[in-house]
């Protein structure tokens, strides 16, 4: 806890109280480290991020001053130089600490709904989202993000890729972008998207029951289906849904319906969205290796994870 000292005294500085209660470390990352700061004025979050990370903090004070929605952590201070930012409670815990292993259906359709309500709400606001500094991975600019990443050979050799499936990569540009021009065409606007959207970066406040995401740092312009689509897939590993579960069901419906569509174009939706996820996972862990250097060493569970991802492109586009 030393080396976090300079940290907690400069959070106890920003809110104005001589000392804390209790400090602890709660998350330790290569990418993040979070530290929970009890004081007599409350609960607060400290996290360290690596320079590319710490994006998060202005995210949070466009959700805070822009959207005004109070349903992700409020903003208390920041610190580009140290790279850090002191964020309020929010919630009692994530939701995957709430469930204990037993999913409870009602409680993530809640989460998804308040997910969907901060889209909603950023979706008018591109411009001021590309300013912060976020991935452009709209609709209309994800191929050429992909025939950008197809070209860097040496990379993708690097992430064991072979020189056949490198090939197949870039026979799946064509129908990827024909499936970019299909999903955009459906009427959903790309907006601001989580990009490791699950159930331990949604809290629960337990006597109100409201929900709240969090750990926003990881957060693209894209189409809203994709983060969704992926959160099905890891939720039904997690807890053992496979297809006709009634509450996988429940969960499909909380992600995919009331958009607008007609239920043709909403199965149609689905169905691009689930074929451009595993693009979307391959480039969120692109970015998160980008800012984390030897992330492979430091987190051996991260290995392989960009390949799987480029892999699953080639299967369902290629």
Same mark, same amino acid.
């Given at each position: 806890?030393?080396?976090?000292?300079?940290?907690?005294?400069?959070?106890?500085?920003?809110?104005?109280?001589?000392?804390?209660?209790?400090?602890?470390?709660?998350?330790?990352?290569?990418?993040?480290?979070?530290?929970?700061?009890?004081?007599?004025?409350?609960?607060?979050?400290? &996290? &360290?991020?690596?320079?590319?990370?710490?994006?998060?903090? #202005?995210? +949070? /004070?466009?959700?805070?001053?822009?959207?005004? +929605? %109070?349903?992700?952590?409020?903003?208390? !201070?920041?610190? /580009?130089?140290?790279?850090?930012?002191?964020?309020?409670?929010?919630?009692?815990?994530?939701? /995957?600490?709430?469930?204990?292993?037993?999913?409870?259906?009602?409680? +993530?359709?809640? $989460?998804?709904?308040?997910?969907?309500?901060?889209?909603?709400?950023?979706?008018?606001?591109? @411009?001021?989202?590309? &300013?912060? $500094?976020?991935?452009?991975?709209?609709?209309?600019?994800?191929? !050429?993000?992909?025939? %950008?990443?197809?070209?860097?050979?040496?990379?993708?050799?690097?992430?064991?890729?072979?020189?056949?499936?490198?090939?197949?990569?870039? *026979?799946?540009?064509?129908?990827?972008? !024909?499936?970019?021009?299909?999903?955009?065409?459906? @009427?959903?606007? %790309?907006?601001?998207?989580?990009?490791?959207?699950?159930?331990?970066?949604?809290?629960?406040?337990?006597?109100?029951?409201?929900?709240?995401?969090?750990?926003?740092?990881?957060?693209?312009?894209?189409?809203?289906?994709?983060?969704?689509?992926?959160?099905?897939?890891?939720?039904? $590993? *997690?807890?053992?849904?496979?297809? @006709? %579960?009634?509450? =996988?069901?429940?969960?499909?419906?909380?992600?995919?319906?009331?958009?607008?569509?007609?239920?043709?174009?909403?199965?149609?939706?689905?169905? +691009?969205?689930?074929?451009?996820?595993?693009?979307?996972?391959?480039?969120?862990?692109?970015? =998160?290796?980008?800012?984390?250097?030897?992330?492979?060493?430091?987190?051996?569970?991260?290995?392989?994870?960009?390949?799987?991802?480029?892999?699953?492109?080639? #299967?369902?586009?290629?």
């Amino acid at each position: 806890m030393s080396a976090y000292q300079p940290l907690i005294d400069w959070a106890l500085a920003a809110l104005k109280v001589p000392a804390a209660c209790m400090a602890e470390v709660v998350v330790e990352t290569p990418w993040s480290c979070v530290l929970r700061i009890e004081t007599d004025a409350g609960v607060f979050y400290l &996290k &360290k991020t690596p320079p590319g990370l710490w994006i998060e903090a #202005d995210v +949070l /004070r466009f959700c805070q001053d822009e959207l005004r +929605l %109070d349903i992700t952590p409020r903003l208390i !201070a920041s610190d /580009r130089e140290r790279g850090c930012f002191l964020m309020q409670s929010c919630g009692d815990m994530t939701l /995957r600490t709430y469930f204990e292993g037993k999913l409870d259906t009602a409680v +993530l359709c809640r $989460g998804i709904e308040t997910y969907r309500l901060l889209g909603d709400a950023a979706a008018p606001h591109h @411009g001021t989202l590309l &300013k912060i $500094g976020l991935p452009d991975w709209r609709l209309a600019n994800l191929p !050429a993000v992909f025939d %950008d990443l197809v070209q860097h050979e040496r990379f993708l050799k690097t992430e064991s890729l072979e020189t056949s499936e490198i090939a197949n990569l870039r *026979r799946a540009q064509k129908p990827l972008a !024909a499936a970019c021009a299909a999903l955009a065409g459906i @009427g959903v606007s %790309d907006t601001l998207c989580h990009c490791d959207f699950h159930d331990n970066n949604i809290t629960i406040d337990r006597p109100s029951g409201k929900t709240f995401i969090i750990d926003l740092g990881e957060t693209a312009i894209c189409h809203p289906f994709l983060p969704l689509s992926s959160l099905l897939r890891r939720m039904g $590993g *997690r807890y053992e849904l496979s297809d @006709g %579960d009634p509450r =996988l069901t429940l969960l499909q419906a909380a992600c995919f319906e009331g958009w607008g569509i007609t239920p043709p174009e909403k199965a149609r939706a689905e169905a +691009l969205a689930e074929s451009l996820a595993p693009l979307f996972y391959a480039l969120s862990y692109i970015r =998160l290796a980008a800012e984390t250097p030897d992330i492979n060493d430091k987190a051996p569970r991260m290995q392989g994870r960009i390949a799987a991802g480029l892999r699953e492109v080639i #299967d369902r586009l290629g």
